[in-house]
């Protein structure tokens, strides 16, 4: 029973085949890996990215945020000097427009004056 030299060169045949396949299994193994090595490094390269531009964002929301709240603050000081000169040019309109006694001539010189120096002043 010894083994016919065509069963040695099968044999041989077959070992050479499989090393074959196991190599070429390992290097399309490696080369997967090595791709997915890199996507995995862009990936994470672009993560970063996005976390500082987050981070950047949000202290220029917080520094846009402060301008609109100083800009409100202006405009509502604005608003309330427009209404304080709005009641006192009222309430001047008023004093102007109320009846008086008779009129000479010294008082509507008076009154004249008293125009010109608001308008003035």
Not at 8 to 31: D, E, K
Not at 32 to 54: K, N, P, Q, Y
Not at 67 to 90: C, N, P, T, W
Request: aromatic share 2%; hydrophobic share 45%.
């Amino acid at each position: 029973m010894g083994i016919d030299p065509l069963q040695m060169v099968a044999i041989a045949l077959s070992c050479l085949f499989g090393i074959g396949g196991a190599l070429v299994g390992l290097a399309v193994g490696i080369r997967t890996v090595v791709r997915d090595e890199e996507r995995w490094r862009v990936a994470i390269e672009s993560l970063d990215l996005t976390r500082s531009d987050m981070a950047r964002l949000r202290l220029d929301w917080g520094a846009t945020l402060e301008s609109l709240e100083q800009l409100a603050q202006a405009v509502e000081k604005g608003r309330r000097r427009s209404a304080a000169s709005e009641a006192v040019i009222a309430k001047r309109d008023q004093v102007d427009d109320a009846p008086t006694g008779p009129v000479t001539s010294a008082d509507m010189r008076n009154h004249i004056r008293r125009q010109m120096k608001v308008a003035r002043g």
